[in-house]
Structure formats: structure tokens, C-alpha cells
């Protein structure tokens, strides 16, 4: 991380006053060293919400049978990928854990046994972009699984349960991507922003329209809306940290988009801020 990157974070989250929620695409985890417009997009959005007292995130990158939440003190930095340089493996985010808080989160979910997690830590899908967001590592961050035997709907429901902790300062971040099938990529075009397959545009533009319309019913039974859906979400895992985020959308809160753009031709990394001020 550059040394001399530094963003004012002077405006805190009142006591009752409710949290901004974020969905982000966070691609490939060399975004955690890159400048590049997608994680400018990540600093910008620190600007413009209040500084959280906790986060909360749900990475696509932590599956499991049942449901955890990360208890820990200090949560190691996992390096939960292969085939990167050394510089990325070097890297640390050091962010203290929030065990308090996920006790709370762990007593506010009826749906399910939440059980506390003291082994997992902070994977890459939370931790390449919180570095960007929050480079000084001072705000208490945990994690929040994706139990990978239950259906969207029981994802989406469960995360409405979790809508108390906005009050509290804890800002829940969801990360994965809305369009997002490795196998597809087309590596020769890594460098080429915005290049996207007709079928990865068309499932990005439809998710953004069910988004604006309030039809999140839709997206919960995501396979039913077609092929280039299929192609989207071959497997849920990063399909379904949206679905927690948009769950906690209030009737009153708008959305709006940033990162909105295709990369590789199979992902995309269209992140969305919801509540914004």
C-alpha cells in the first residue's frame, strides 16, 4: 500500500443515525495494490458516507455448512489465493476484530444458529478493498459467512435480520461481483477496461433495472431469468453478498451505482451504495 495514502475521514457515524450499506465488485486482488478507477470509486465512497464504527462484511470468498461470524480479537489477513506476486502475499491489513459486536450479531439473528468463528480471519474479498477504503486499519472489521447448502431466498432473509446493526455504526458490506464467471475470462484483454461478452452486458444492464425497480424478488430466483443469466452466476457465492445488501434497503433509501463497468468479458465490477446521503 502507498504510504502516502491518506483520505479525512473526520465525519463519524452519529449514535442512532442510520448506516450507509455497500455492495462492491472487488475482481481480482491485485486491486489491492493497483491505482486504478476501480479502487478510486472504493476512496470516493469513503468521502461521502460516515465513518463506520465496525464493519461488518460478507465476502463471497467464505462459504461454510451453517452460518459463522468471525469472534476473534485480531483476524489474521489471508491470503486465500494462488498465482499472484510476492508483493500481494506480503500484504497485511491489521484491522482490529469486533468480538463484541458479533455476540450482538450473533443474538439479533433468529433465522439460524450464528456460531462464532475464532479460526477464519479476514479473506481477500474483504480485505484488498477495505485496504483501499480504510488504508490506516483502525476501524474493527469481522465477517459474516455464506452457508453454501441454503437457497438465495434463505440468504435474503436472513440478512434483514441484521438491519438493527445499522443503528449501531456498523457499516455491511457486501463483496463479490453481480456478473462473474472465471471461466469465461478472456485474458488477453485483461488491460482493456470496459470490454464485456453481449450476454455479461445483458445481465448486468437487467440486474441494475431490477435493482431500480425494487424487484429484488426477481433477482432471488436469479435462475429463472434466462441464459445470460446462467452465464452470470454459474455458482452463487458472489452473486450473494448483493442479495444481503439490497435485503437491508429501506423503502425510503435510494441506490446509486459507481464502478459500473465490465472487465475481462465475464466480470463485472459494478458495486452500489445504498442510503446514500
Not at 31 to 40: G, I, M, P, S, T
Not at 94 to 114: F, Q, S, W
Amino acid at each position: 500500500m502507498n504510504a502516502n495514502e491518506t483520505i479525512d475521514h473526520t465525519t463519524h457515524a452519529d449514535p442512532g443515525v442510520r448506516m450507509p450499506v455497500l455492495f462492491v465488485g472487488h475482481g481480482s486482488p491485485m486491486n489491492a495494490l493497483e491505482e486504478n478507477e476501480f479502487v478510486e470509486g472504493w476512496k470516493k465512497t469513503t468521502g461521502v458516507i460516515p465513518r463506520p464504527a465496525a464493519i461488518l462484511c460478507i465476502s463471497a470468498h467464505w462459504e461454510t455448512r451453517g452460518t459463522f461470524v468471525t469472534a476473534m480479537k485480531q483476524p489474521r489477513t489471508l491470503h486465500d489465493f494462488g498465482g499472484f506476486p510476492c508483493e500481494l502475499f506480503n500484504v497485511q491489513y491489521p484491522a482490529p476484530g469486533a468480538p463484541e459486536i458479533a455476540a450482538e450479531t450473533r443474538e439479533m439473528v433468529v433465522k439460524t444458529n450464528v456460531g462464532a468463528d475464532d479460526h477464519w480471519g479476514l479473506d481477500h474479498g474483504c480485505w484488498s478493498v477495505l485496504c483501499r477504503m480504510y488504508p490506516a486499519a483502525d476501524i474493527p472489521v469481522f465477517q459474516l459467512s455464506l452457508d453454501y447448502t441454503r437457497p438465495a431466498r434463505y440468504h435474503f432473509e436472513l440478512a434483514k435480520e441484521l438491519s438493527a446493526l445499522r443503528k449501531k455504526g456498523v457499516l455491511i458490506l457486501g463483496s463479490g461481483n453481480m456478473v462473474h464467471n472465471l471461466r469465461l475470462i478472456d485474458w488477453n484483454r485483461m488491460q482493456e477496461p470496459g470490454f464485456g461478452y453481449d450476454w455479461a452486458i445483458e445481465a448486468g444492464e437487467k440486474m441494475k433495472t431490477l435493482i431500480h425497480d425494487g424487484n429484488f424478488e426477481a433477482l432471488i430466483n436469479y435462475s429463472s431469468l434466462g441464459k445470460a443469466f446462467d452465464l452470470a452466476i454459474p455458482s452463487p457465492e458472489h452473486f450473494l453478498p448483493l442479495l444481503y445488501a439490497l435485503a437491508l434497503k429501506e423503502p425510503d433509501e435510494g441506490i446509486s451505482f459507481f464502478n459500473d463497468r465490465p472487465v475481462m468479458g465475464s466480470l463485472t465490477m459494478t458495486s452500489a451504495l445504498i442510503g446514500s446521503p
